[in-house]
């Protein structure tokens, strides 16, 4: 039986992943709490990097433009907003996100060495790609990748990988038939969730998500695997290249206000 695995979101983004049993999606149609805080680098922000009324890529600061995301451990209690951050070297710090975010701020501003800022946006947070919804894979997608390289767990390219959504019960790229000229949808518990765009991928999956360190010719081996794996019930036309794995989706604003949560059925539908 097909059925949602797993729900993670990512409450800073470029931080830890928060397992949750359920989450909500928000009227803007992302997961509640997902990537709800972001850190902000004020030589690179400015008034054009605006979309809605928001800062968005060029300002926000995350493993893309450091590798020092990989020396903190990182865990987020929703219910109290507490983030407990430890570092390489053993500092511990807790920081309430509602009452000392600038505090926050600040901590990270000094260990990245860095005009930061840490910001938050409860209604949508600060996903990469404005008006689209949670991120899926499934969990036979995992395993596949993770057979791939040689001492790479399954958590481990879900660590590196960092969706929300993880379906099991389906087939290795099960994913990739939501995109393209008349993919269908699907539903998780009744919630229908309709295919964006296969997600490319930056340069964060190809290091260990633990030390930071890159995987040699990570990038050539997956595009080879990817092309060499590529399901026949995909579009291909739908994927620009062959560093791509994840779908981005999104929920129809009549299906927002509604809970995800861990043990839904999965159902395709047209």
């Known amino acids: 039986m097909s059925r949602l695995e797993r729900v993670r979101i990512y409450p800073v983004k470029g931080l830890d992943a928060t397992e949750v049993e359920s989450s909500e999606v928000l009227d803007g149609g992302t997961l509640a709490g997902d990537r709800e805080f972001a850190l902000f680098d004020a030589d690179a922000a400015s008034e054009s990097d605006r979309i809605d009324g928001n ?19 990182t865990a987020y209690d929703p ?80 660590q590196r990988l960092r969706a929300n959504l993880e379906i099991s019960g389906v087939p290795a790229f099960w994913e990739d038939r939501f995109v393209g000229d008349d993919a269908p949808a699907f539903e998780v518990g009744g919630v229908r969730i309709e295919g964006v765009t296969p997600c490319a991928r930056c340069v964060v999956p190809e290091r260990d998500p633990e030390t930071g360190e890159p995987t040699p010719e990570f990038r050539q081996r997956f595009v080879e695997k990817r092309e060499e794996t590529f399901p026949e019930w995909a579009d291909e036309a739908a994927f620009d290249h062959f560093y791509t794995l994840m779908l981005i989706a999104r929920v129809p604003e009549s299906d927002r206000g509604q809970r995800l949560a861990v043990g839904d059925p999965v159902e395709i539908v047209d």
């Open 55 to 73: 800062p968005h890529d060029n300002g926000v600061f995350n493993a893309k433009h450091s590798d020092r995301f990989h020396e903190l451990d």
């Open 79 to 158: 219910g109290t907003t507490t983030l407990t951050v430890e570092t390489a070297d053993g500092e511990h710090r807790e920081f309430d996100l509602d009452d000392e975010r600038g505090a926050a701020g600040a901590w990270f501003a000094e260990f990245f060495d860095a005009d930061l800022t840490l910001r938050r946006d409860a209604s949508r947070g600060f996903v990469d790609r404005r008006g689209m919804g949670p991120s899926v894979i499934s969990t036979a997608t995992l395993e596949a990748v993770a057979s791939w390289f040689d001492d790479l767990t399954v958590e481990g390219a879900r």
